[in-house]
């Protein structure tokens, strides 16, 4: 019995240190990890300070007008810091970009929309200019308020209508197989009801997680997709960054 208890003392004790050994190889894991995104973050935030102030002379020579659309996907809860976003879109006004769509799930934006036009020097809504048939001025920013209802409208009013294309064909007596409607078909009909959009050359999501949070997939085929990071932490530096990093990079493949 001694020798039996002896032996399950030692299995315990071996548990313990190894279960101790196990959390301290974790927590030195977990160390070195924040260690290394502290570290990014610093170069970054220096990196954003020395682009900001006009040091870095190569950042200078932003070609703005390589991005002829411009989408901004903001995350729900970021939407009410109502000041970041008008500073956000101020900081694109000067850049020189002039058309923008401006996402968010909720469509939050959408229902300031009228203010932000009004709060921006030279700004005008791309369905206004849509509506009266308008030329896009290049010298005034357009912009776009988008939400995941409207897709999920689009697709939903596309679907409808190839629905009643098969219906009214099959009264009309066509003999017709199982129908699959294809990407080329909705594709079509997404362009029939005006719901297909411009496609952004470039798509900058402000967030706590890198996907697109919704965003119509139908236009982004062709899309560069940068994660930001949160709205709360965004940086002059950094957005001119990602525009110089997109209008310096080779394309191969065009839409």
Not at 16 to 27: A, D, K, V
Not at 134 to 146: H, Q, R, S
Not at 250 to 255: E, L, W
Request: glycine share 6%; proline share 2%.
């Amino acid at each position: 019995m001694d020798l039996k208890h002896g032996v399950e003392r030692v299995h315990r004790l071996i548990d313990m240190i190894s279960n101790i050994c196990l959390r301290l190889l974790w927590h030195f894991l977990h160390l070195l990890v924040s260690l290394w995104y502290l570290n990014v973050g610093i170069v970054q935030m220096i990196e954003s300070y020395l682009v900001s102030s006009g040091l870095l002379k190569r950042y200078n020579a932003l070609d703005v007008g390589k991005i002829q659309y411009l989408a901004i996907v903001v995350d729900s809860e970021d939407t009410y810091k109502f000041s970041k976003v008008l500073q956000l879109l101020k900081w694109l006004e000067a850049i020189g970009v002039r058309h923008l769509c401006l996402y968010d799930s909720k469509g939050v934006l959408k229902t300031f929309k009228k203010t932000i036009v009004k709060s921006l020097k030279n700004a005008m809504l791309f369905e206004e200019a849509v509506e009266k048939d308008l030329p896009l001025d290049e010298k005034k920013m357009t912009l776009e308020f988008t939400s995941s209802s409207d897709g999920k409208g689009a697709i939903t009013e596309a679907a409808n209508l190839l629905f009643m294309k098969y219906l009214k064909s099959a009264k009309a007596g066509v003999e017709q197989e199982e129908q699959l409607f294809t990407e080329a078909q909705m594709d079509e009909a997404l362009k029939a009801l005006g719901h297909r959009g411009p496609e952004p050359d470039l798509l900058l999501v402000y967030g706590p997680v890198r996907c697109y949070l919704g965003f119509s997939p139908w236009r982004i085929r062709y899309t560069e997709i940068v994660h930001m990071g949160p709205l709360q932490s965004m940086r002059y530096g950094s957005l001119i960054k990602a525009l110089y990093k997109f209008t310096t990079v080779c394309q191969n493949y065009g839409k």
